[in-house]
């Protein structure tokens, strides 16, 4: 089976502007889950969607949205971009939510903001 | 609230020696923890996880930790690495609850010495 997908592998953007980032959970995973790893720093969570449902948001602005499809596949949405959002994007997908379904992690999409 | 400290940034040890790599949580809740492994450029990977029942957990590529509620700890372990466990490590620790997210440590990056 395939595991998580996501894309772009890469992506370089100046400040101020928008990127959409993709992610593909493994097929009968309903709960997709975002987080930003900043470099030399653990993964920090920004959102967790459950049936197309947001169920739980990290500390980040609402600059930060995302959005489930009815495929369980998910969108991060980033505007007005800063430097400081340069960092490596990981998606995870796991069957339901709270903290014993373990979480299967994509190979995450790099963002250099310039 | 939970959170997680990995006590030391770096280790380094020679092939074929033991390791020890330190965690401390805080919680007021009943907890799950987690250690993850990150290779170069690549998402996480789950290595063991506990949930519940025996204080010792074995995962996976020779892994082991063990649960101690009174020191609140959950340290991991490996009698004897090799140079392709160079990598990143992250602990992390959720809640009981459907809404509970996972709080990662800032990790540990092993060194393999030849």
């Known amino acids: 089976d395939a595991g998580v997908t996501q894309s772009p592998t890469h992506l370089i953007k100046t400040r101020g502007q928008h990127v959409t980032l993709r992610c593909s959970p493994i097929s009968g995973h309903k709960s997709v889950s975002w987080y930003q790893q900043v470099l030399g720093q653990g993964p920090q969570f920004i959102f967790q969607?459950?049936?197309?449902?947001?169920?739980g948001r990290g500390n980040f602005p609402d600059r930060f949205s995302a959005r489930q499809f009815p495929n369980y596949s998910s969108e991060l949405n980033v505007n007005a971009l800063l430097l400081g959002d340069s960092a490596l994007y990981l998606c995870?997908?796991?069957?339901?939510?709270?903290?014993?379904?373990?979480?299967?992690f994509g190979p995450g999409t790099r963002l250099t903001v310039l | 609230a939970q959170s997680v400290t990995q006590l030391d940034s770096q280790v380094p040890v020679f092939e074929e020696a033991p390791v020890e790599l330190r965690c401390n949580y805080s919680s007021s809740v009943s907890v799950y923890l987690f250690w993850y492994v990150q290779y170069p450029n690549q998402g996480l990977q789950l290595l063991l996880k506990y949930l519940s029942g025996s204080t010792l957990v074995k995962g996976i590529n020779g892994f082991e930790a063990e649960f101690n509620k009174s020191q609140t700890s959950f340290h991991l372990r490996k009698p004897s690495v090799h140079i392709s466990d160079t990598a990143e490590y992250f602990c992390a620790v959720s809640g009981p609850r459907g809404d509970d997210k996972i709080i990662f440590g800032k990790g540990t990056r092993l060194h393999i010495l030849p």
């Open positions: 995870a997908s796991s069957r339901g939510t709270g903290g014993n379904n373990e979480q299967f």
């Open positions: 969607y459950y049936e197309k449902e947001e169920r």
